[in-house]
Protein backbone atom coordinates (compact mmCIF):
# COMPACT_ATOMS: atom_id res chain seq x y z
CA UNK A 1 0.00 0.00 0.00
CA UNK A 2 1.21 3.12 -1.10
CA UNK A 3 1.73 6.43 1.33
CA UNK A 4 -0.94 8.49 -0.53
CA UNK A 5 -3.19 5.42 -0.23
CA UNK A 6 -2.40 4.96 3.60
CA UNK A 7 -3.30 8.48 4.25
CA UNK A 8 -6.04 8.52 2.65
CA UNK A 9 -7.88 5.93 3.97
CA UNK A 10 -6.24 7.34 7.53
CA UNK A 11 -8.10 10.67 6.89
CA UNK A 12 -11.22 9.05 5.66
CA UNK A 13 -11.49 6.77 8.81
CA UNK A 14 -10.42 9.37 11.23
CA UNK A 15 -12.98 11.74 9.28
CA UNK A 16 -15.80 9.04 9.51
CA UNK A 17 -15.56 7.97 12.94
CA UNK A 18 -15.38 11.96 14.11
CA UNK A 19 -18.27 12.30 11.64
CA UNK A 20 -20.49 9.45 13.41
CA UNK A 21 -19.57 10.32 16.96
CA UNK A 22 -20.69 13.77 16.28
CA UNK A 23 -24.01 12.33 14.57
CA UNK A 24 -24.95 10.06 17.36
CA UNK A 25 -24.07 12.84 19.80
CA UNK A 26 -26.82 15.01 18.16
CA UNK A 27 -29.41 12.80 17.82
CA UNK A 28 -28.61 11.27 21.68
CA UNK A 29 -28.90 15.22 22.95
CA UNK A 30 -31.71 15.17 21.12
CA UNK A 31 -33.72 12.63 22.26
CA UNK A 32 -33.32 13.00 25.80
CA UNK A 33 -34.17 16.74 25.08
CA UNK A 34 -37.73 15.21 23.62
CA UNK A 35 -38.28 13.09 26.79
CA UNK A 36 -37.62 15.62 29.55
CA UNK A 37 -40.01 18.23 27.56
CA UNK A 38 -42.14 15.48 27.41
CA UNK A 39 -41.77 14.52 30.66
CA UNK A 40 -42.56 18.04 32.15
CA UNK A 41 -46.17 17.87 29.52
CA UNK A 42 -46.95 14.55 31.44
CA UNK A 43 -46.19 15.99 34.93
CA UNK A 44 -48.48 19.17 33.71
CA UNK A 45 -51.40 16.87 33.24
CA UNK A 46 -51.23 14.26 35.42
CA UNK A 47 -51.13 18.16 38.13
CA UNK A 48 -54.02 19.29 36.19
CA UNK A 49 -56.66 15.78 36.11
CA UNK A 50 -55.26 15.63 39.89
CA UNK A 51 -56.24 19.41 41.03
CA UNK A 52 -59.46 19.05 39.08
CA UNK A 53 -60.79 15.63 40.24
CA UNK A 54 -59.69 16.21 44.16
CA UNK A 55 -60.15 20.13 44.13
CA UNK A 56 -63.14 20.77 41.87
CA UNK A 57 -66.12 18.47 43.03
CA UNK A 58 -68.46 20.07 41.14
CA UNK A 59 -66.78 19.13 37.85
CA UNK A 60 -68.10 15.09 37.40
CA UNK A 61 -65.49 12.17 36.02
CA UNK A 62 -67.52 12.06 32.80
CA UNK A 63 -67.33 15.85 32.63
CA UNK A 64 -63.94 15.54 32.85
CA UNK A 65 -63.16 12.89 30.53
CA UNK A 66 -65.17 14.64 27.58
CA UNK A 67 -63.38 17.52 28.58
CA UNK A 68 -59.98 15.76 28.50
CA UNK A 69 -60.86 14.22 24.97
CA UNK A 70 -61.68 18.08 23.66
CA UNK A 71 -58.58 19.89 24.98
CA UNK A 72 -56.71 21.62 22.49
CA UNK A 73 -53.84 20.84 24.39
CA UNK A 74 -54.52 17.12 24.42
CA UNK A 75 -51.67 14.52 23.73
CA UNK A 76 -51.89 11.75 21.66
CA UNK A 77 -53.69 8.82 23.15
CA UNK A 78 -53.99 10.70 25.95
CA UNK A 79 -54.55 8.56 28.74
CA UNK A 80 -55.32 9.35 32.97
CA UNK A 81 -55.59 6.97 35.56
CA UNK A 82 -55.35 7.52 39.47
CA UNK A 83 -55.27 5.06 41.61
CA UNK A 84 -56.10 5.11 45.88
CA UNK A 85 -53.56 3.38 48.31
CA UNK A 86 -54.99 -0.34 47.89
CA UNK A 87 -54.10 0.07 44.05
CA UNK A 88 -57.61 0.76 42.62
CA UNK A 89 -58.80 2.52 39.77
CA UNK A 90 -60.77 5.43 41.14
CA UNK A 91 -60.61 7.21 37.81
CA UNK A 92 -59.86 6.50 34.36
CA UNK A 93 -60.09 8.94 31.11
CA UNK A 94 -60.42 6.38 28.90
CA UNK A 95 -60.89 2.86 28.27
CA UNK A 96 -57.82 1.34 26.68
CA UNK A 97 -55.59 2.08 29.56
CA UNK A 98 -52.13 0.55 29.76
CA UNK A 99 -52.16 -1.99 32.44
CA UNK A 100 -49.69 -1.72 35.21
CA UNK A 101 -47.97 -4.36 37.46
CA UNK A 102 -47.79 -3.90 41.32
CA UNK A 103 -43.84 -3.43 40.94
CA UNK A 104 -44.25 -0.53 38.97
CA UNK A 105 -46.73 1.02 41.02
CA UNK A 106 -44.54 0.39 44.38
CA UNK A 107 -41.84 1.90 42.41
CA UNK A 108 -44.06 5.18 42.05
CA UNK A 109 -44.82 4.71 45.59
CA UNK A 110 -41.31 4.19 46.43
CA UNK A 111 -39.74 7.48 44.28
CA UNK A 112 -42.64 9.43 44.37
CA UNK A 113 -42.65 9.78 40.71
CA UNK A 114 -41.08 7.96 37.68
CA UNK A 115 -40.64 8.59 34.15
CA UNK A 116 -40.75 5.30 32.07
CA UNK A 117 -40.62 4.42 28.22
CA UNK A 118 -43.70 0.94 27.31
CA UNK A 119 -44.52 -0.04 23.98
CA UNK A 120 -44.04 3.19 22.46
CA UNK A 121 -46.17 4.81 25.04
CA UNK A 122 -44.32 7.72 27.08
CA UNK A 123 -45.74 7.38 31.16
CA UNK A 124 -45.42 9.53 33.90
CA UNK A 125 -46.41 8.46 37.35
CA UNK A 126 -46.78 10.79 40.56
CA UNK A 127 -48.35 10.43 43.91
CA UNK A 128 -50.41 13.33 45.41
CA UNK A 129 -51.68 13.37 48.72
CA UNK A 130 -55.55 14.36 49.24
CA UNK A 131 -57.57 14.43 52.70
CA UNK A 132 -54.29 12.72 54.26
CA UNK A 133 -54.60 9.90 51.72
CA UNK A 134 -51.87 9.28 49.19
CA UNK A 135 -52.90 8.83 45.31
CA UNK A 136 -50.90 7.40 42.30
CA UNK A 137 -52.08 10.06 39.36
CA UNK A 138 -50.43 8.17 36.15
CA UNK A 139 -49.99 10.00 32.77
CA UNK A 140 -49.49 8.45 29.36
CA UNK A 141 -49.24 9.69 25.95
CA UNK A 142 -47.71 8.74 22.40
CA UNK A 143 -45.15 11.30 21.40
CA UNK A 144 -46.07 11.22 17.57
CA UNK A 145 -44.72 14.56 16.34
CA UNK A 146 -41.17 14.08 18.78
CA UNK A 147 -40.67 10.78 17.33
CA UNK A 148 -41.86 11.72 14.55
CA UNK A 149 -38.98 14.66 14.43
CA UNK A 150 -36.49 12.16 15.80
CA UNK A 151 -37.08 9.94 12.81
CA UNK A 152 -36.32 12.68 10.68
CA UNK A 153 -33.61 14.33 11.86
CA UNK A 154 -32.70 10.20 12.01
CA UNK A 155 -32.76 10.34 7.98
CA UNK A 156 -30.86 13.70 7.62
CA UNK A 157 -28.20 13.02 9.77
CA UNK A 158 -27.43 9.44 7.87
CA UNK A 159 -27.95 11.20 4.90
CA UNK A 160 -25.77 13.89 5.24
CA UNK A 161 -22.81 11.93 6.90
CA UNK A 162 -23.21 9.63 3.81
CA UNK A 163 -22.57 12.02 2.07
CA UNK A 164 -19.88 14.07 4.07
CA UNK A 165 -18.37 10.70 3.93
CA UNK A 166 -17.84 10.21 0.17
CA UNK A 167 -16.81 13.97 0.20
CA UNK A 168 -14.50 13.17 2.69
CA UNK A 169 -13.20 10.03 0.61
CA UNK A 170 -12.72 12.14 -2.44
CA UNK A 171 -10.88 15.30 -0.75
CA UNK A 172 -8.92 13.17 1.35
CA UNK A 173 -7.52 11.41 -1.71
CA UNK A 174 -6.07 14.90 -3.08
CA UNK A 175 -5.26 16.39 -0.21
CA UNK A 176 -3.23 13.61 -0.11
CA UNK A 177 -2.30 13.70 -3.65
CA UNK A 178 -1.55 17.61 -3.07
CA UNK A 179 0.80 16.65 0.35
CA UNK A 180 2.84 13.95 -1.67
CA UNK A 181 3.26 15.87 -4.35
CA UNK A 182 6.24 17.65 -3.79
CA UNK A 183 7.56 14.13 -2.82
CA UNK A 184 6.72 12.49 -6.16
CA UNK A 185 8.89 15.55 -7.79
CA UNK A 186 11.82 14.91 -5.45
CA UNK A 187 11.57 11.43 -6.55
CA UNK A 188 11.92 12.61 -10.30
CA UNK A 189 14.87 15.07 -9.89
CA UNK A 190 16.77 11.90 -7.80
CA UNK A 191 16.37 9.82 -10.31
CA UNK A 192 18.15 12.16 -12.54
CA UNK A 193 20.83 12.43 -10.20
CA UNK A 194 24.08 10.53 -11.86
CA UNK A 195 27.85 10.04 -10.66
CA UNK A 196 28.26 12.25 -13.63
CA UNK A 197 24.90 14.96 -13.17
CA UNK A 198 26.32 15.19 -9.26
CA UNK A 199 25.51 18.99 -9.78
CA UNK A 200 22.24 18.67 -9.80
CA UNK A 201 20.15 20.07 -7.00
CA UNK A 202 16.40 19.57 -4.90
CA UNK A 203 14.25 22.89 -5.22
CA UNK A 204 14.77 23.96 -1.74
CA UNK A 205 11.39 26.24 -1.77
CA UNK A 206 11.03 29.08 1.25
CA UNK A 207 12.64 26.29 3.72
CA UNK A 208 9.47 26.31 5.83
CA UNK A 209 7.82 22.81 5.95
CA UNK A 210 9.22 19.79 6.68
CA UNK A 211 9.70 18.33 3.12
CA UNK A 212 11.65 21.25 2.44
CA UNK A 213 14.21 20.82 4.98
CA UNK A 214 14.77 17.18 4.06
CA UNK A 215 15.61 18.88 0.80
CA UNK A 216 18.02 21.01 2.13
CA UNK A 217 19.63 17.43 3.37
CA UNK A 218 19.52 16.06 0.94
CA UNK A 219 21.46 18.67 -1.00
CA UNK A 220 23.60 19.25 1.76
CA UNK A 221 24.09 15.59 0.85
CA UNK A 222 24.99 15.40 -2.40
CA UNK A 223 27.14 18.35 -1.97
CA UNK A 224 29.34 16.01 0.24
CA UNK A 225 29.28 13.07 -2.04
CA UNK A 226 30.14 15.39 -4.75
CA UNK A 227 33.04 17.04 -2.73
CA UNK A 228 34.41 13.45 -2.05
CA UNK A 229 34.30 12.45 -6.10
CA UNK A 230 35.63 15.51 -6.45
CA UNK A 231 38.72 15.05 -3.66
CA UNK A 232 38.67 11.06 -5.28
CA UNK A 233 39.44 11.99 -8.89
CA UNK A 234 42.01 14.99 -7.81
CA UNK A 235 43.58 12.09 -5.45
CA UNK A 236 43.98 9.47 -8.04
CA UNK A 237 45.24 11.77 -10.38
CA UNK A 238 48.05 13.20 -8.31
CA UNK A 239 48.44 9.97 -6.70
CA UNK A 240 49.16 8.18 -10.50
CA UNK A 241 51.39 11.25 -10.93
CA UNK A 242 53.55 10.99 -8.07
CA UNK A 243 53.76 7.71 -8.36
CA UNK A 244 54.31 7.54 -11.95
CA UNK A 245 57.39 10.06 -11.31
CA UNK A 246 59.88 7.77 -8.81
CA UNK A 247 58.92 4.31 -10.91
CA UNK A 248 60.01 6.58 -14.39
CA UNK A 249 63.19 7.60 -13.01
CA UNK A 250 64.03 4.29 -11.30
CA UNK A 251 63.68 2.67 -14.22
CA UNK A 252 65.75 5.02 -16.08
CA UNK A 253 68.43 5.08 -13.80
CA UNK A 254 68.59 1.50 -14.19
CA UNK A 255 68.35 1.10 -17.88
CA UNK A 256 71.10 3.28 -18.15
CA UNK A 257 73.07 1.70 -15.26
CA UNK A 258 72.18 -1.81 -17.67
CA UNK A 259 73.85 -0.49 -20.80
CA UNK A 260 76.50 1.25 -19.36
CA UNK A 261 79.74 0.33 -17.87
CA UNK A 262 80.44 2.36 -15.21
CA UNK A 263 82.41 1.76 -12.51
CA UNK A 264 81.80 0.40 -8.83
CA UNK A 265 81.92 3.76 -7.56
CA UNK A 266 79.47 5.04 -10.38
CA UNK A 267 77.23 2.26 -9.85
CA UNK A 268 77.12 2.70 -6.03
CA UNK A 269 75.91 6.01 -6.49
CA UNK A 270 73.31 4.89 -8.61
CA UNK A 271 71.99 2.53 -6.66
CA UNK A 272 71.88 4.91 -3.82
CA UNK A 273 69.52 7.08 -6.14
CA UNK A 274 67.51 4.47 -6.84
CA UNK A 275 67.19 3.10 -2.80
CA UNK A 276 66.89 7.07 -2.32
CA UNK A 277 63.61 6.86 -4.55
CA UNK A 278 62.26 3.34 -3.46
CA UNK A 279 62.29 4.67 -0.09
CA UNK A 280 60.20 8.02 -1.02
CA UNK A 281 57.97 5.60 -3.24
CA UNK A 282 57.77 3.66 -0.52
CA UNK A 283 57.15 6.43 2.13
CA UNK A 284 54.51 7.88 -0.15
CA UNK A 285 52.24 4.65 -0.39
CA UNK A 286 52.35 4.12 2.97
CA UNK A 287 51.22 7.76 3.77
CA UNK A 288 48.49 7.04 0.67
CA UNK A 289 47.44 3.79 2.79
CA UNK A 290 47.45 5.22 5.93
CA UNK A 291 44.99 8.07 4.22
CA UNK A 292 43.23 6.09 2.38
CA UNK A 293 42.21 3.65 5.42
CA UNK A 294 41.49 6.46 7.27
CA UNK A 295 38.83 8.26 5.08
CA UNK A 296 37.17 4.50 4.71
CA UNK A 297 36.16 4.17 8.22
CA UNK A 298 37.37 6.06 11.34
CA UNK A 299 35.58 3.88 13.67
CA UNK A 300 37.68 0.49 13.51
CA UNK A 301 40.42 1.78 15.24
CA UNK A 302 41.11 0.91 19.29
CA UNK A 303 41.88 3.89 21.41
CA UNK A 304 44.49 2.99 24.15
CA UNK A 305 46.17 5.45 27.14
CA UNK A 306 48.84 6.82 25.28
CA UNK A 307 52.22 8.90 26.41
CA UNK A 308 52.89 11.90 23.94
CA UNK A 309 56.41 12.50 24.98
CA UNK A 310 57.70 8.55 24.72
CA UNK A 311 56.53 8.77 21.04
CA UNK A 312 58.03 12.25 20.45
CA UNK A 313 61.63 10.62 22.11
CA UNK A 314 61.07 7.21 20.10
CA UNK A 315 60.89 9.56 16.56
CA UNK A 316 63.35 11.70 17.66
CA UNK A 317 66.11 8.47 18.13
CA UNK A 318 64.29 7.18 14.69
CA UNK A 319 65.37 10.49 12.82
CA UNK A 320 68.18 11.01 14.46
CA UNK A 321 69.42 7.57 13.06
CA UNK A 322 68.69 8.33 9.83
CA UNK A 323 69.56 12.15 9.72
CA UNK A 324 72.24 12.27 12.20
CA UNK A 325 72.17 16.33 11.14
CA UNK A 326 68.64 16.75 12.83
CA UNK A 327 68.66 19.12 15.68
CA UNK A 328 65.18 18.06 17.63
CA UNK A 329 64.68 20.06 20.79
CA UNK A 330 62.24 18.52 23.03
CA UNK A 331 60.85 20.43 26.23
CA UNK A 332 58.34 19.84 28.76
CA UNK A 333 56.24 22.71 30.90
CA UNK A 334 57.71 23.19 33.85
CA UNK A 335 54.41 23.30 36.10
CA UNK A 336 52.85 20.39 34.53
CA UNK A 337 51.94 17.66 37.35
CA UNK A 338 50.00 15.06 34.77
CA UNK A 339 51.84 12.92 32.27
CA UNK A 340 51.15 14.32 28.81
CA UNK A 341 48.69 11.07 28.04
CA UNK A 342 46.19 11.26 25.56
CA UNK A 343 43.28 8.75 24.85
CA UNK A 344 43.97 7.83 21.15
CA UNK A 345 45.70 5.39 18.21
CA UNK A 346 49.43 5.27 19.22
CA UNK A 347 49.92 4.22 15.70
CA UNK A 348 48.35 7.28 14.12
CA UNK A 349 49.55 9.53 16.54
CA UNK A 350 53.16 8.86 15.95
CA UNK A 351 52.78 9.39 12.01
CA UNK A 352 51.17 12.71 13.16
CA UNK A 353 53.98 13.16 15.37
CA UNK A 354 56.81 12.15 12.45
CA UNK A 355 55.18 14.30 10.12
CA UNK A 356 55.32 17.42 12.03
CA UNK A 357 58.89 17.08 13.26
CA UNK A 358 60.71 15.47 10.03
CA UNK A 359 58.77 18.84 8.30
CA UNK A 360 60.42 21.21 10.82
CA UNK A 361 63.56 20.07 10.65
CA UNK A 362 63.82 19.57 6.84
CA UNK A 363 62.52 23.04 6.15
CA UNK A 364 64.69 24.33 8.92
CA UNK A 365 67.96 25.98 7.39
CA UNK A 366 69.80 24.43 10.12
CA UNK A 367 67.60 21.52 10.61
CA UNK A 368 66.17 22.50 13.96
CA UNK A 369 62.76 22.11 15.12
CA UNK A 370 61.94 22.95 18.65
CA UNK A 371 59.05 20.66 20.42
CA UNK A 372 57.24 22.41 23.27
CA UNK A 373 54.56 20.30 25.26
CA UNK A 374 52.33 21.95 27.25
CA UNK A 375 49.68 20.11 29.82
CA UNK A 376 46.50 21.45 31.05
CA UNK A 377 43.62 20.14 32.87
CA UNK A 378 41.17 19.62 29.39
CA UNK A 379 43.72 19.43 26.43
CA UNK A 380 47.58 18.76 25.41
CA UNK A 381 49.13 21.29 23.63
CA UNK A 382 52.02 20.22 21.33
CA UNK A 383 54.08 22.92 19.20
CA UNK A 384 56.88 22.49 16.80
CA UNK A 385 58.78 25.46 15.96
CA UNK A 386 61.44 26.08 12.81
CA UNK A 387 63.00 28.60 11.44
CA UNK A 388 62.51 27.64 7.55
CA UNK A 389 61.28 29.79 4.74
CA UNK A 390 58.07 31.86 5.49
CA UNK A 391 54.88 29.87 4.22
CA UNK A 392 52.94 32.65 2.67
CA UNK A 393 49.15 33.85 3.92
CA UNK A 394 47.38 32.68 0.72
CA UNK A 395 48.92 29.01 1.29
CA UNK A 396 48.39 28.14 4.57
CA UNK A 397 45.04 26.93 4.41
CA UNK A 398 46.16 24.96 0.83
CA UNK A 399 48.93 23.00 2.67
CA UNK A 400 46.88 20.99 4.64
CA UNK A 401 44.77 19.68 1.41
CA UNK A 402 46.66 16.33 -0.69
CA UNK A 403 49.37 16.96 -2.53
CA UNK A 404 49.07 20.45 -1.90
CA UNK A 405 52.56 21.80 -0.96
CA UNK A 406 54.09 25.74 -0.37
CA UNK A 407 55.75 27.52 -2.58
CA UNK A 408 58.69 27.37 0.20
CA UNK A 409 58.96 24.07 -0.43
CA UNK A 410 59.72 23.71 -4.14
CA UNK A 411 63.69 22.72 -3.63
CA UNK A 412 62.54 20.06 -0.29
CA UNK A 413 61.97 16.16 -1.35
CA UNK A 414 58.46 15.78 -0.61
CA UNK A 415 54.71 14.78 -2.13
CA UNK A 416 52.19 16.83 -0.44
CA UNK A 417 50.84 14.43 1.51
CA UNK A 418 52.20 14.31 5.20
CA UNK A 419 50.27 17.12 6.59
CA UNK A 420 46.95 16.43 5.21
CA UNK A 421 46.99 12.82 6.40
CA UNK A 422 47.98 14.43 9.92
CA UNK A 423 44.79 16.97 9.88
CA UNK A 424 42.97 13.80 9.05
CA UNK A 425 44.68 12.02 11.79
CA UNK A 426 43.65 15.12 14.75
CA UNK A 427 40.36 15.10 13.26
CA UNK A 428 40.55 11.38 14.39
CA UNK A 429 41.16 12.12 17.74
CA UNK A 430 38.50 15.28 17.96
CA UNK A 431 41.72 18.02 18.00
CA UNK A 432 43.02 20.73 15.97
CA UNK A 433 46.10 21.67 14.24
CA UNK A 434 46.92 25.55 13.25
CA UNK A 435 49.96 26.78 12.15
CA UNK A 436 51.65 30.53 12.21
CA UNK A 437 54.39 31.64 9.56
CA UNK A 438 55.90 34.96 9.99
CA UNK A 439 59.54 36.42 9.24
CA UNK A 440 60.40 37.26 13.13
CA UNK A 441 58.94 34.05 14.40
CA UNK A 442 59.20 31.87 11.96
CA UNK A 443 56.82 28.69 11.24
CA UNK A 444 54.58 27.04 14.42
CA UNK A 445 52.42 24.43 14.16
CA UNK A 446 50.02 24.39 17.11
CA UNK A 447 48.46 21.03 18.09
CA UNK A 448 45.77 20.27 20.19
CA UNK A 449 44.77 17.21 21.23
CA UNK A 450 41.82 16.32 23.98
CA UNK A 451 43.03 14.53 27.03
Known sequence: MTIRTRMSVLFFGIYSVLLLIFSAVIYFESENYRQKE???????????????IFNKNEISPDLLKLLDKNNVTALNQEEIIIYDLDNKVIYESGSDSPNLKH????????????????????????????DKKEYIVLAS???????????????ILGFSSLILVCVSAITGWLFARRMLLPIQQMIKKIDKIRASRLNLRLDEGNKSDELEQLSIRFNQMIDRLENAFQTQRSFVSHASHE??????????????????????????????????????LNKLTNNLLDLTSIDADDTKFKHTLVNVLEIIWQIRTELRKKN???????????????????????????????????????FSPNHTVEVKIMIENQALTITFHNE?????????????????????????????????????????????????????????FTLLLPK
Open 38 to 52: YKIRLRQEALTAATI
Open 103 to 130: EILNQIREKKELFWEENNLEMYGIVIKN
Open 388 to 444: GSVIPATEISQIFEPFKRGSNARNTKGHGVGLSLTRRIVQLHEGQISVVSSEDKGTV
Open 243 to 280: LRTPLTAITGQIQVSLLANDNHTDLKLMIQSVLDDVQQ
Open 324 to 362: PDYQILISLDDSAELMPEVKGNESFLYTALLNLIENGAK
Open 141 to 155: SVDKYGLEKQRNLAL
